[in-house]
């Protein structure tokens, strides 16, 4: 892949220079996840989270217990910009 249209796709600006030095390191890359897709997994157990598929299915994380929640006041009080309830936060397009 090419180094300048992944730097555009992150909306990176990027000199030649930093092109030439970046390919080697982004080649290697993409050789190291080739080289994983090399692997049989076929008896691998899936995993979700960094749990087997049986644990989180099997509850063995914590119990779903309803607690009382923090509430509007006290969770905008500290916040740098709040309004009516709700925190500013710049406009992102």
């Known amino acids: 892949m090419d180094v300048k249209k992944v730097a555009a796709l992150a909306h990176l600006e ?3 220079e ?3 030095r ?3 390191q982004m080649a290697g890359i993409i ?3 080739e080289k ?3 692997l049989d997994t076929t008896d691998i157990e899936p995993m979700a989270g ?3 598929d049986e644990t989180v299915s099997s509850g063995a994380g914590r119990e779903d217990v309803v607690l009382p929640s923090l509430g509007q006041e006290a969770a905008t ?3 740098p910009s709040a309004s009516e ?3 500013q936060v710049p406009k992102v397009l």
């Open 22 to 24: 970046f390919a080697p």
């Open 36 to 38: 994983l897709s090399e």
């Open 77 to 79: 009080s500290e916040a």
């Open 18 to 20: 930093e092109s030439e």
């Open 50 to 52: 960094g749990f087997a």
């Open 85 to 87: 309830g709700h925190f």
């Open 31 to 33: 050789a190291y996840i």
């Open 14 to 16: 990027m000199t030649e």
